[in-house]
């Protein structure tokens, strides 16, 4: 594509060094210096911690022949100044693309949790009504058989729309993501617009990003206001919302009649009717305008109810039919490091889940809490260089819930992890001052208590050793993740790897 017709329709403030009479062809649109070839536009972000325009030299050295960027410089190439350049890439990867994301039937799922378990059970369901479906999350992304890995929950803009036109290359007719408060704010998901959005919840998240609960709520609402199709006479549902949240309940009044409803009480459009939850899973009917569809999953929890739920109303909106949404959810055995069970732990049940958040892990605690015959034993921690507030919080929960809690490591990243574990603390001690050590933890096996032990692994090692039949173990924080960040450096590290070695250790001993 040529640099004028890629730029033109950009609200642009400037234009320098651009020869007159020529008008080169562009190959890329790239934000990141490294991935610049020649011919490519290099756009210029203000991250958070790095500023794009410290690397134009090094773009234009590259072969860039086109800058674009907010503030003045001086190269020997094209200078596109803007008064935004995250909402110019999105637009610039949009047209460099071919606007993928109007090819495809798009879902966004947005909320403080839940979404990733969602996104898989709305893949599953598209699956079996025969539509071909590509995936967008925190997890990885994926199509047509691939899988690759993601950075982050919902990816730049420009690498966005990549993904988009290769799926559309691939075949696929229906894409659903993940989309995050960041990205709605960051501008990353600009062009695309929704056939379907749902809304899982509200809580406590990110406030070391958006300050207040109200700027998180504001921006969450954008997905609903600001990227939704409007609904037709076709298509009359155009969002799901969790009418048992009271954010919930807020959107789905603004929202009206193009809003499907659920609820596990009595007040959705779908509901679940004569449910059974245990630790083996959750089955029974949904109630929907579609009529009652019977259901056998093996997701865990009242939290992945308000999932099931969730998905299906999304499903219902697309127009599938309720054969295919029973068969979708009973399809979807596991979420990765969502409540995912290691099933090597006999007759302890032990669990791995991503629960980071103070909203999260109330929500896996109580679901567990509900149906462990023995005792529940919580290990966690914080992730460090975000949200400090919620430490606390989360210290809080984990005890009053817990019979047994251990405090441990998240990802400390650049923060002293004893420093977060002493603020974590704060709360536990709360609920529960009765510290326990390595050493007496085996003659404590009744009354409420914790302890503290700040190497990930022994603290797994630890809770697992303390547990009985009956118990039920809940490692939380890290879920899918297989790495952990201490003092800067990446290690190996799987929460689900570390309890299998665990209990395969316990075996060989004969315990």
Avoid at 186 to 192: A, I, M, N
Avoid at 406 to 431: C, K, M, Q, Y
Wanted: glycine content about 10%.
């Amino acid at each position: 594509m040529k640099l004028a017709k890629l730029t033109n329709g950009l609200t642009v403030v400037s234009t320098t060094g651009a020869p007159a009479g020529i008008d080169p062809v562009v190959t890329a649109v790239c934000y990141d210096s490294r991935q610049v070839i020649p011919g490519a536009v290099f756009v210029a972000i203000e991250g958070f911690s790095v500023d794009g325009h410290r690397f134009i030299p090094d773009a234009v050295a590259r072969g860039a022949v086109a800058v674009v960027c907010r503030q003045p410089v001086s190269v020997d190439a094209a200078v596109v100044r803007v008064a935004d350049p995250r909402a110019a890439l999105a637009r610039l990867a949009c047209r460099f693309y071919g606007h993928p994301a109007r090819q495809l039937t798009l879902v966004g799922v947005t909320g403080t949790s839940g979404k990733t378990t969602v996104t898989y059970l709305l893949e599953q369901i598209l699956a079996q009504a025969g539509r071909s479906v590509g995936v967008v999350g925190t997890i990885n992304y994926r199509y047509a058989g691939k899988v690759f890995a993601n950075p982050v929950t919902t990816p730049e803009s420009a690498d966005l729309q990549a993904i988009f036109r290769q799926m559309v290359d691939s075949g696929v007719t229906h894409a659903v993501m993940e989309v995050s408060s960041h990205a709605l704010d960051l501008s990353r998901v600009d062009g695309c617009n929704f056939d379907v959005a749902v809304f899982t919840n509200l809580s406590h998240d990110h406030l070391d990003y958006h300050e207040t609960m109200q700027n998180y709520w504001q921006i969450k609402q954008r997905l609903f206001l600001q990227y939704l199709k409007p609904a037709d006479r076709q298509h009359p549902v155009r969002s799901v919302v969790n009418a048992d949240d009271a954010h919930g309940r807020e959107l789905a009044e603004r929202l009206g009649t193009t809003a499907f409803r659920t609820s596990t009480g009595d007040g959705g459009d779908i509901r679940p009717v004569a449910v059974i939850r245990d630790l083996a899973g959750i089955r029974g009917q949904i109630s929907t305008p579609a009529g009652t569809i019977d259901f056998d999953s093996p997701l865990v929890g009242d939290f992945n109810l308000e999932n099931i739920l969730a998905a299906t109303g999304a499903a219902l909106a697309l127009g599938i039919d309720p054969a295919s949404i029973a068969a979708g959810i009973n399809t979807n055995a596991c979420v990765p490091g969502r409540l995912e069970r290691i099933t090597e732990g006999g007759e302890r049940f032990i669990f791995v889940d991503y629960s980071h958040k103070p909203d999260a892990l109330e929500n896996a605690i109580d679901a567990l809490r509900r149906l462990t015959t023995g005792r529940l034993i919580t290990v966690f921690g914080c992730g460090g260089d975000r949200d400090r507030t919620k430490r606390p919080v989360m210290g809080e929960i984990a005890a009053q819930r817990s019979d047994l809690t251990v405090i441990t490591s998240d990802n400390p990243r650049s923060e002293d992890p004893l420093a977060i574990i002493d603020a974590i603390e704060t709360g536990v001690r709360r609920f529960c001052d009765r510290r326990l050590s390595a050493g007496t933890l085996a003659r404590a096996e009744t009354g409420k208590a914790y302890l503290v032990e700040a190497d990930r692994r022994a603290a797994i090692s630890l809770a697992i050793g303390a547990a009985r039949a009956g118990d039920t173990v809940l490692i939380a924080g890290k879920g899918h993740e297989t790495y952990q960040i201490l003092a800067g450096e990446t290690i190996h590290f799987d929460d689900r790897e570390v309890a299998r070695e665990v209990l395969a250790a316990t075996a060989r001993r004969g315990a």
